[in-house]
């Protein structure tokens, strides 16, 4: 493959890559415990007064977070049971699985389901990842982004380019061929569905920094993300 950056520049790219993908798929993985909470107060303490009116998803969930004075974990998970689960009086919601999105029936466990299920078996990734739910489900999807992003960054440490790179082409293939093609509109989704500020501020991580990954590995021009906020 063409190499779009440097060695040195894959090695800071594939650091916001591991940081973000693992803290967005973790928020999607379950309802909110005291980690992924503490996790966001860590976010919200790297934003100070004056950038409080800063616009994108890290800096919508350092707002909701300084609103909170305990961690609302029950809120949280009333949000997360409507919305991901469909449990509640809203009979609407963000169904995160990559089958729903895809396939023509909009049900459970289709094509996509059995795609993922030899991307993650073919290498045994399954058991180097933190698997909640299904293999099409947007956590396992962001927890494969995120430990494709390690590898390459591992390789790289043991002075591997060529290593590092082949596994870079894999990441690319499973971001374009698998994410891309569903998890934006799942964002929109629960930025349309979610009644709390917290995963519409995930969604807005999650869907901004996959489409900013997938324009940099295309060739457009892109400054280099930042990984700080992201646990």
Request: net charge negative.
């Amino acid at each position: 493959m063409s190499h779009y950056c440097t060695a040195e520049e894959l090695e800071q790219l594939s650091a916001a890559r591991e940081s973000i993908y693992a803290f967005t798929g973790q928020a999607f993985s379950k309802e909110a415990d005291e980690r992924l909470w503490q996790a966001v107060e860590d976010i919200a303490a790297a934003h100070t007064e004056s950038n409080s009116d800063a616009s994108g998803g890290f800096a919508r969930l350092a707002r909701y977070a300084a609103r909170c004075e305990d961690a609302p974990l029950t809120e949280l998970a009333v949000d997360y049971a409507a919305t991901f689960l469909g449990i509640g009086p809203r009979h609407d919601g963000a169904f995160p699985y990559e089958s729903v999105y895809t396939s023509d029936e909009k049900l459970l466990k289709q094509e996509a389901f059995d795609e993922m299920n030899a991307v993650l078996r073919s290498k045994r990734i399954a058991l180097a990842i933190d698997m909640v739910s299904d293999e099409d489900h947007v956590s396992t999807e962001l927890a494969l982004l995120a430990r494709y992003a390690h590898d390459v960054r591992r390789l790289l440490g043991k002075g591997d380019t060529d290593g590092a790179w082949s596994v870079e082409s894999e990441r690319i293939g499973f971001l374009l061929g698998h994410a891309m093609r569903w998890i934006p509109d799942f964002c929109a989704d629960v930025k349309r569905c979610a009644k709390t500020d917290f995963y519409r501020a995930i969604a807005d991580i999650a869907s901004d920094f996959l489409m900013l990954d997938a324009s940099i590995v295309e060739g457009e021009p892109q400054a280099t993300p930042s990984k700080a906020g992201a646990a």
